[in-house]
């Protein structure tokens, strides 16, 4: 792809939503395409998920056998993606890119599979949203490298047996709990993503900002990266609009000062909490008293769907510390009136909640 393509891209997706979302949106996945690391040795981060990946890798090429089934699963923008292309091209075999809910019979299943040559990496994106027949032939194809091809209807229906070539299963999800056990099993290796340090963050805002040709100055990359809330997606898009301020309003060097202005002006703090965020703490805060409120309260006030409000803004929310699910609803902890420069009620223990935080 050239740079006016990227660029189109870019703006299509400028166009969308929020800075701090961890899913990719609109046209984003293809301006994400040339930032991916294409090597285990190009991943930054990660660590152990890459250093038991190299084992599992090198152990197969050893045995001239294909290896194991993998799973990866984690939160959205992590690298999952990102690892299913890199097992690929680290086995220097061809990779066959489906989805979970792309396959929606277990013939659609078949036709993928009896397509397969020995060694192909098969990656089933959201593996999680695949329909249940499906699933049970992945088990034996994944178990066996055999599936049972059901041909007709009714009691003259009969079961042709199929064989596939030895295989690697790569599957991701983001909800590795709602894999039924069977499917889970039957990988040999599970890799859970974990957020990513600031420290890693910078280094791989260093590394996009070499591959866009984009200048940084002293600490440019630890101010994006401190705003990124642990994700590499979101550290990367971050960067993109700090480069168009610091080529509109600056000389076009990524300083901290012109990260700070520019992701002001996106209103990214420095938590990397978004607009919603805050509103979702302000309205806690101000108008609740710190909680309990149900979500859906909440929802309403915030001007958001209830769903916005439960998958975008609160997760990240507690992960920080500042907002507790409680049986009796959300409570902003009293890290959340600091956050908003507010006085705590002095009902509000030191670090302590009123209510049981629950774990749903
Ligand atoms: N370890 C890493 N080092 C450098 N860049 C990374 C790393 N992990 C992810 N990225 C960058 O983050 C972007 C998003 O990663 P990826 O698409 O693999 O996430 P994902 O986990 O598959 O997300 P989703 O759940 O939305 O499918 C990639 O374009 C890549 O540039
Ligand atoms: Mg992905």
Not at 196 to 211: C, F, N, T
Not at 277 to 304: H, I, K, N, Y
Request: aromatic content about 4%.
């Amino acid at each position: 792809m050239d740079e006016s393509q990227l660029d189109a891209a870019e703006s299509a997706y400028v166009a969308g939503r929020s800075l701090t979302t961890a899913e990719a949106e609109g046209d984003e996945r293809v301006v994400e395409a040339a930032l991916r690391p294409r090597t285990l040795a190009e991943v930054i981060g990660q660590e152990r998920v890459r250093e038991q990946l190299a084992l599992l890798l090198e152990a197969a090429r050893r045995r001239e056998r294909v290896p194991d089934h993998v799973l990866l699963s984690g939160p959205p923008g992590l690298g999952k993606t990102t690892l299913a292309m890199i097992i690929a091209a680290e086995m220097s075999s061809p990779l066959r890119l489906t989805s979970g809910p792309a396959i929606t019979h277990a013939g659609d299943l078949a036709a993928i599979l009896s397509g397969l040559n020995e060694g192909d990496v098969l990656f089933v994106d959201e593996i999680h949203r695949m329909s249940r027949p499906a699933e049970e032939m992945l088990y034996m194809a994944m178990e066996d490298f055999r599936v049972d091809v059901i041909i007709g209807k009714g009691p003259g229906a009969t079961a042709i047996p199929l064989e596939i070539p030895p295989f690697t299963l790569v599957g991701a999800t983001t909800r590795a709990g709602l894999l039924p056990g069977p499917l889970r099993d039957r990988f040999g290796f599970t890799a859970h993503l974990e957020f990513y340090e600031p420290a890693d963050l910078e280094q791989i805002v260093r590394r996009s900002s070499d591959l866009l040709e984009v200048e940084l100055g002293s600490d440019g990359a630890g101010e994006i990266s401190r705003r990124s809330r642990g994700t590499p997606r979101i550290a990367n898009r971050l960067l993109r609009r700090v480069r168009d301020y610091a080529q509109v309003r600056a000389d076009g060097v990524v300083t901290r000062d012109i990260a700070r202005r520019a992701l002001d002006l996106f209103e990214v703090d420095e938590s990397g909490l978004d607009r919603l965020d805050r509103g979702v703490l302000d309205v806690l805060c101000r108008r609740f008293g710190g909680g309990p409120v149900g979500v859906s309260t909440l929802a309403v006030a915030v001007g958001e769907e209830r769903e916005t409000v439960e998958e975008v803004a609160e997760p990240f929310l507690v992960r920080l510390g500042l907002l507790a699910r409680t049986p009796r609803g959300r409570v902003a902890t009293r890290a959340a009136w600091e956050h908003l420069g507010l006085a705590a009620p002095a009902a509000y223990g030191p670090d302590t909640l009123l209510f049981e935080p629950d774990h749903d």
